[in-house]
Structures are given as C-alpha cells and as structure tokens.
C-alpha cells in the first residue's frame, strides 16, 4: 500500500489489521491472550474514539475502531488524539508516555510493564501504514 489513508478510519484499521495479522506471530507475541483499549481523546473532529486490540495464545484476535465506550478489555489506556499519532507515527514511545504522563494506564501496572515490548512491537507495525493525521 503506497496511498496514504486517514488515521483513525475503517481503511487504517483495515490496513492496520491485515498487518498485524501477517507481521505479528505468535511467537513474536509470546503466546500472550490479553486486551487493549486505546482511549483518544480530542480527536481533530472533537469527539473520543477506541482502538480495541485483542490477542488468544499470541494470535491476533480483534481490532476494534468506534466511538462511545470500548468493549471491555484487560488493559484501558487513554490520552490525547496528538499523543497516539506520536507513537503511531514512531516518534514517541508508548512507555514513555504512561511514565511521563501523558497516557493514562487503567489495569495491573506490573503485567502492563511486563508486556511492553510486545506493545512496541505492535506500535512498530501501525508505523509503517502510510497514514494522514
């Protein structure tokens, strides 16, 4: 894919989800089965979006993308539309910003911590879809 899409839309999340179902391996993923919902806040329109992630034994379950109130998941993080664009874009990473603040961990800090490289694995991939935000 080589045409940019809007950041946020049905056409990222399909991109973001055919990548992540083909780069991201179980064993890449540690056999992990958890789940993520991304919180943005003050998206460009104004409204909050959710970015639902799911995982079963490492495989790649769901991607979610809606407005409203997330599906239930292990892990709730939130901040800033700005502040995901950042790590999506790889210029800020997603450890950095739950310890400097600027998003907001709601689950087990210790499992979170313990499962931070497998979410800078996933970052890595939605950094190479060629994206507008």
């Known amino acids: 894919m080589t045409e940019q899409v809007q950041y946020l839309t049905p056409a990222w999340r399909d991109e973001a989800e055919k990548?992540?179902?083909?780069?991201?391996?179980?064993?890449?993923?540690?056999?992990?089965?958890?789940?993520?919902?991304?919180?943005?806040?003050?998206c460009p329109d104004g409204s909050s979006r959710y970015l639902f992630f799911?995982?079963?034994?490492?495989?790649?379950?769901?991607?979610?993308?809606?407005?409203?109130?997330?599906?239930?998941?292990?892990?709730?993080i939130s901040g800033k539309y700005d502040t995901f664009a950042k790590i999506s874009r790889a210029e800020l990473g997603s450890q950095r910003a739950l310890m400097t603040g600027k998003l907001k961990l709601k689950g087990n800090m210790v499992k979170a911590l313990k499962l931070a490289s497998i979410a800078d694995r996933l970052n890595k991939v939605l950094s190479t879809i060629p994206a507008q935000y």
């Open 54 to 76: 799911r995982f079963e034994k490492g495989e790649f379950a769901d991607l979610l993308l809606g407005e409203g109130e997330p599906p239930p998941a292990e892990f709730k």
């Open 19 to 42: 990548r992540l179902k083909t780069e991201l391996s179980p064993e890449r993923m540690n056999f992990i089965t958890s789940s993520m919902s991304n919180i943005y806040l003050d």
